[in-house]
């Protein structure tokens, strides 16, 4: 079984998000950019299939989409474990245009199960795994909370609302992953930093794909009003406050 | 021309959510002068349907096949779109919850429509469409266009007020049928959460982070939460340790979620954890360390040791609700 994990590459979550001049993009300046989350934890699933051999899993490719300026992203996973990767060399306008590049990335290359992250946390759009599948009408499982292998089939957890299913599927598939796919996201150690340096990366130009979407600007959330700080020894005050003045009990 | 609205129901039975939709469309379709269809898959009794009118859908569809009972993402993705075809739809408006999130990128490549995800207002503008969406877990919003001629919107929840409106609708069954060989997935087995509120769904949200020291201490919260009728909830760190089930993080990498009240309880307020909870009608922080980050976004907060003040909201809560 040959496994694809899609990376994107986002600001550091703790970034302080500041808006460039224009109002059209953020500031990237001293922007420290790190794997997307959701892919990262997704990556360490993958691997962790790889290394139980009772699963079959041969190979962990990942593929990302972006300019020569993302390829310590691809270094950094190649270095946590996977065996090569895919670069579409293009700026991602929006998830249909990246979706569409690495379903062709998929089309070229065959794989059994593509992973990708429920979302990437600059967007949070939650779409390009979904569309993905739609583009080589493959099965796809979203919200998937585990991937197991029984007897060699893939039987995957998806959390629904008030509750959990389990739900088996044959290759090739999708697995649109959330937390708790694998427990933390693995290090690089020193070895798989050494290793990554030689393994292959191909870099493929992008198909032409018109966008649908354009985001035309950005900014900050609107400051919330001041806290009101109420006295530690009369915390009652605090329920009175809330059922008077804000309303919500 | 339509606005067309996909509702879920649990059991036969409409949740807020679903209703929440139907106000949100009945909005767009109002901007659009369109009228809304209200679809529906699934045992739906025919009065529970009709509720869907109560809240703006003029056409009530009901897709009731035995090889939808479960989410298959391709199949559910193939009926949604030939409705939307037949019903000529414009916008489609789905939940931002995991469903929507299967559901509506997939109708997004059928259709050809480009999709706005997790909105919580209405358009900006149809003309351009224009539509204003978070970011940056919450630490941005952007203003969005969507040139394509149909539009996929996802909602976020607890985002929109329910409108009531007089009931003109009428329900049908939808004449479709779906080939058995579209459905690739099955489900074995299903572990329902029972007797709890959702979190997802609760408008009071009670949650606890590492200052309360120790999993033994959760008592006083869970009775907070229980006096005031909502649901608990926790921070990373508190759910990483095994402290409190995974279920219950909220965060950028857990739930996101937008309660009318969030009590957030020895959270010291990473920007992570507030991307998860910025939505939130009110936040309400208790914290002994007056600097920390969530006082920030909170409009009310006690500086003090919870173990202290918990149990004196639960008696002030407790003679309140007398």
């Given at each position: 079984?040959?496994?694809?994990?899609?990376?994107?590459?986002?600001?550091?979550?703790?970034?302080?998000?500041?808006?460039?001049?224009?109002?059209?993009?953020?500031?990237?300046?001293?922007?420290?950019?790190?794997?997307?989350?959701?892919?990262?934890?997704?990556?360490?699933?993958?691997?962790?299939?790889?290394?139980?051999?009772?699963?079959?899993?041969?190979?962990?490719t990942v593929a990302h989409v972006g300019p020569a300026s993302s390829e310590p992203t691809i270094r950094k996973a190649l270095a946590i474990g996977a065996d090569d990767a895919i670069r579409v060399n293009a700026d991602?306008?929006?998830?249909?245009?990246?979706?569409?590049?690495?379903?062709?990335?998929i089309r070229k290359e065959q794989f059994d199960m593509v992973m990708c992250g429920i979302e990437s946390s600059d967007f949070n759009g939650s779409n390009v795994g979904g569309m993905i599948s739609e583009f080589l009408s493959l099965p796809s499982v979203?919200?998937?909370?585990?991937?197991?292998?029984?007897?060699?089939?893939?039987?995957?957890?998806?959390?629904?609302?008030?509750?959990?299913?389990?739900?088996?599927?044959?290759?090739?598939?999708?697995a649109i992953v959330q937390k708790g796919i694998a427990k933390e996201p693995r290090i690089a150690a020193m070895r798989g930093i050494?290793?990554?340096?030689?393994?292959?990366?191909?870099?493929?130009?992008?198909?032409?794909?018109?966008?649908?979407?354009?985001?035309?600007?950005?900014?900050?959330?609107?400051?919330r009003p001041g806290c009101k700080f109420i006295d530690a020894a009369n915390p009652a005050q605090l329920i009175e406050l809330l059922k008077n003045e804000a309303k919500v009990i | 021309m339509s606005v067309l609205v996909y509702t879920e129901n649990w059991d036969g039975k409409f949740k807020k959510l679903s209703y929440e939709l139907v106000s949100y469309a009945s909005a767009v379709a109002n901007m659009m002068n369109n009228t809304v269809t209200a679809l529906s898959i699934g045992k739906v009794g025919d009065d529970e349907l009709k509720k869907l009118g109560g809240y703006g859908a003029q056409k009530i569809l009901n897709v009731d096949i035995d090889l939808l009972t479960a989410l298959d993402n391709q199949a559910y993705t193939s009926v949604i779109a030939e409705i939307a075809r037949k019903e000529n739809a414009q916008v489609i408006i789905i939940s931002n919850n995991n469903t929507g999130k299967a559901l509506a990128p997939r109708l997004s490549v059928r259709l050809k429509a480009g999709v706005g995800s997790g909105v919580s207002k209405l358009p900006l503008s149809t003309n351009p469409f224009?539509?204003?969406?978070?970011?940056?877990?919450?630490?941005?919003?952007?203003?969005?266009?969507?040139?394509?001629?149909?539009?996929?919107?996802?909602?976020?929840?607890?985002?929109?007020?329910?409108?009531?409106?007089?009931?003109?609708?009428?329900?049908?069954?939808?004449?479709?049928?779906?080939?058995?060989?579209?459905?690739?997935?099955?489900?074995?087995d299903v572990k329902k959460q029972t007797g709890k509120i959702l979190l997802t769904d609760a408008d009071i949200v009670v949650s606890g982070g590492r200052g309360m020291k120790s999993p033994d201490n959760w008592g006083p919260l869970v009775e907070l939460a229980d006096a005031l009728g909502g649901a608990t909830a926790c921070s990373r760190p508190v759910s990483d340790e095994g402290w409190r089930p995974h279920e219950e993080h909220t965060g950028q990498t857990g739930k996101i979620i937008a309660p009318n009240l969030y009590l957030a309880v020895g959270i010291?307020?990473?920007?992570?954890?507030?991307?998860?909870?910025?939505?939130?009608?009110?936040?309400?922080?208790?914290?002994?360390?007056?600097?920390?980050?969530i006082f920030e976004a909170a409009q009310y907060g006690i500086v003090g040791d919870a173990m202290k003040i918990l149990p004196q909201l639960i008696t002030a809560v407790k003679e309140l609700k007398k």
């Amino acid at each position: 079984m040959k496994i694809l994990v899609c990376i994107s590459n986002v600001p550091d979550t703790t970034t302080k998000i500041k808006i460039a001049e224009g109002n059209a993009s953020i500031d990237t300046a001293g922007i420290q950019w790190v794997i997307n989350p959701w892919d990262e934890l997704s990556l360490t699933r993958a691997l962790e299939l790889k290394d139980d051999q009772l699963t079959g899993v041969k190979s962990v490719t990942v593929a990302h989409v972006g300019p020569a300026s993302s390829e310590p992203t691809i270094r950094k996973a190649l270095a946590i474990g996977a065996d090569d990767a895919i670069r579409v060399n293009a700026d991602s306008p929006d998830a249909y245009f990246v979706a569409a590049q690495l379903a062709e990335v998929i089309r070229k290359e065959q794989f059994d199960m593509v992973m990708c992250g429920i979302e990437s946390s600059d967007f949070n759009g939650s779409n390009v795994g979904g569309m993905i599948s739609e583009f080589l009408s493959l099965p796809s499982v979203s919200a998937v909370s585990a991937i197991n292998f029984e007897g060699g089939n893939p039987v995957l957890t998806r959390d629904i609302d008030g509750g959990k299913e389990i739900v088996a599927i044959s290759a090739p598939f999708v697995a649109i992953v959330q937390k708790g796919i694998a427990k933390e996201p693995r290090i690089a150690a020193m070895r798989g930093i050494m290793l990554a340096r030689t393994k292959p990366v191909k870099v493929l130009e992008p198909i032409d794909i018109e966008p649908l979407t354009q985001i035309v600007s950005i900014e900050k959330p609107s400051s919330r009003p001041g806290c009101k700080f109420i006295d530690a020894a009369n915390p009652a005050q605090l329920i009175e406050l809330l059922k008077n003045e804000a309303k919500v009990i | 021309m339509s606005v067309l609205v996909y509702t879920e129901n649990w059991d036969g039975k409409f949740k807020k959510l679903s209703y929440e939709l139907v106000s949100y469309a009945s909005a767009v379709a109002n901007m659009m002068n369109n009228t809304v269809t209200a679809l529906s898959i699934g045992k739906v009794g025919d009065d529970e349907l009709k509720k869907l009118g109560g809240y703006g859908a003029q056409k009530i569809l009901n897709v009731d096949i035995d090889l939808l009972t479960a989410l298959d993402n391709q199949a559910y993705t193939s009926v949604i779109a030939e409705i939307a075809r037949k019903e000529n739809a414009q916008v489609i408006i789905i939940s931002n919850n995991n469903t929507g999130k299967a559901l509506a990128p997939r109708l997004s490549v059928r259709l050809k429509a480009g999709v706005g995800s997790g909105v919580s207002k209405l358009p900006l503008s149809t003309n351009p469409f224009t539509v204003y969406k978070r970011a940056y877990s919450g630490n941005a919003f952007a203003h969005m266009v969507i040139k394509s001629d149909i539009k996929i919107l996802t909602l976020a929840q607890n985002s929109f007020e329910l409108t009531e409106t007089p009931n003109n609708s009428t329900v049908e069954k939808a004449a479709i049928s779906v080939d058995a060989s579209l459905v690739k997935t099955k489900v074995k087995d299903v572990k329902k959460q029972t007797g709890k509120i959702l979190l997802t769904d609760a408008d009071i949200v009670v949650s606890g982070g590492r200052g309360m020291k120790s999993p033994d201490n959760w008592g006083p919260l869970v009775e907070l939460a229980d006096a005031l009728g909502g649901a608990t909830a926790c921070s990373r760190p508190v759910s990483d340790e095994g402290w409190r089930p995974h279920e219950e993080h909220t965060g950028q990498t857990g739930k996101i979620i937008a309660p009318n009240l969030y009590l957030a309880v020895g959270i010291s307020g990473a920007t992570q954890h507030l991307a998860g909870i910025s939505s939130s009608k009110y936040i309400v922080a208790i914290n002994s360390d007056k600097d920390a980050p969530i006082f920030e976004a909170a409009q009310y907060g006690i500086v003090g040791d919870a173990m202290k003040i918990l149990p004196q909201l639960i008696t002030a809560v407790k003679e309140l609700k007398k």
